[in-house]
Nanobody
Framework: QVNLVESGGGLVQPGGSLRLSCVAS????????TGWFRQAPGKQRELVAH???????IYGDSVKGRFTISRDNAKNTLYLQMNNLKPEDTALYLC??????????WGQGTQVTVSS
């Protein structure tokens, strides 16, 4: 019903920046973004940033002060601005959203690799 496509990942040096995008398409009536997650090999999937319907945001402790989540409803797009990237940020970054709180949708993910 809903297709999510992330983009913007890549290879970057420590201290660098990337801007991730997630575009929603399909049957997006009543769809809402919940936020960004990431998963690295051997680790559990973790919340990176959550955005509420009222626009308030929360961040994982490891990214506070460095990452910013935002959305553009007119473009059906979710963003994640990542600054001062660290090697431990290396992971597959996934966009997430829901419909009616009963159906959860994930994108295919975009790989972020931070290495000197």
């Amino acid at each position: 019903q809903v297709n999510l496509v992330e983009s913007g990942g890549g290879l970057v040096q420590p201290g660098g920046s990337l801007r991730l995008s997630c575009v929603a398409s399909g049957s997006i009536n009543r769809f809402y973004f919940t936020g960004w997650f990431r998963q690295a090999p051997g680790k559990q999937r973790e919340l990176v940033a959550h955005i509420r319907s009222d626009g308030n945001t929360i961040y994982g402790d490891s990214v506070k002060g460095r990452f910013t989540i935002s959305r553009d409803n007119a473009k059906n797009t979710l963003y994640l601005q990542m600054n001062n990237l660290k090697p431990e940020d290396t992971a597959l970054y996934l966009c997430n959203g829901q419909i009616y709180s009963w159906a959860t949708y994930w994108g295919q993910g975009t790989q972020v690799t931070v290495s000197s």
